[in-house]
């Protein structure tokens, strides 16, 4: 069993819909990452927190929103998602200023 | 900026044998390169890493090695068995060990088939 949790496992949304991607760890972690994984390609890098802040955000659109309320909680909030935002969602920890990134097993999204 | 590349795309191989996936780097600052293993409807797995300051690591079946003046890494994996079959990504990155730390660059992956 992964120790990054991620919730649910599974989300159909429609366009217009407002949800919410939950990750949780309890390693310690300073770190925490979101990755966007479509089928048959690598994880590719949303968003990076440490201690709780916003460090990195790899030009993602808008209607993604991150937010980190404390050091083992991260949410993804999802708003106006398009059909091409569809895809596996993965979030990661590691001790900061260390690896190696422990993931969780994800997020399918599917938008209708 | 860094750039990997991942060598076999696909790798079928009889149980019992021996499997090998290659990755080169661009970025000579790169010091830190992990190994995930990624099973259908799961996220990746760590089976593996290694920092540049060590030229092999084993762990069981699994072995790494890493050529810094050619820049490339590899994944040796013995006596395969059926449950070794996954999607395999490199991935390469700087590591400050306590300061700011780079991001991981993955290779594309290796989709390695064992067959029984």
């Not at chain 1, 120790?3 to 217009?16: A, D, I, N, R, S």
């Not at chain 2, 069981?60 to 810094?68: D, E, F, P």
């Not at chain 2, 991935?91 to 064992?114: D, E, M, P």
Request: aromatic share 8%; glycine share 8%; hydrophobic share 30%.
């Amino acid at each position: 069993d992964t120790e990054v949790t991620q919730t649910p496992k599974h989300l159909v949304m429609g366009m217009t819909n407002k949800k919410s991607l939950k990750c949780e760890q309890h390693m310690g972690h300073r770190a925490m990452y979101w990755y966007k994984q479509k089928a048959k390609k690598p994880p590719e890098l949303m968003f990076v927190y440490s201690y709780e802040k916003l460090s990195i955000n790899e030009s993602v659109p808008s209607r993604f929103s991150p937010e980190c309320p404390n050091s083992s909680l991260l949410n993804l909030h999802l708003h106006a998602l398009q059909p091409e935002d569809s895809a596996l969602y993965l979030c990661a920890s590691s001790a900061w200023g260390g690896q190696p990134q422990h993931f969780g097993d994800g997020t399918r999204l599917s938008i209708l | 900026g860094e750039n990997v590349e991942q060598h076999p795309s696909t790798l079928s191989v009889q149980e019992g044998d021996s499997a090998v996936i290659k990755c080169t780097y661009s970025d000579s600052a790169s010091n830190y390169f992990p190994w995930y293993k990624q099973e259908l409807g799961k996220g990746p797995q760590l089976i593996i890493d290694i920092r540049s300051n060590v030229g092999e690591k084993k762990d069981q079946r699994i072995a790494v090695t890493l050529n810094k003046t050619a820049k490339h890494f590899s994944l040796h994996i013995t006596e395969t068995q059926p449950e070794d079959s996954a999607v395999y990504f490199c991935a390469a990155t700087v590591n400050n060990y306590g300061g700011s730390q780079g991001n991981l660059i993955f290779g594309k992956g290796t989709k390695l088939s064992v067959k029984p």
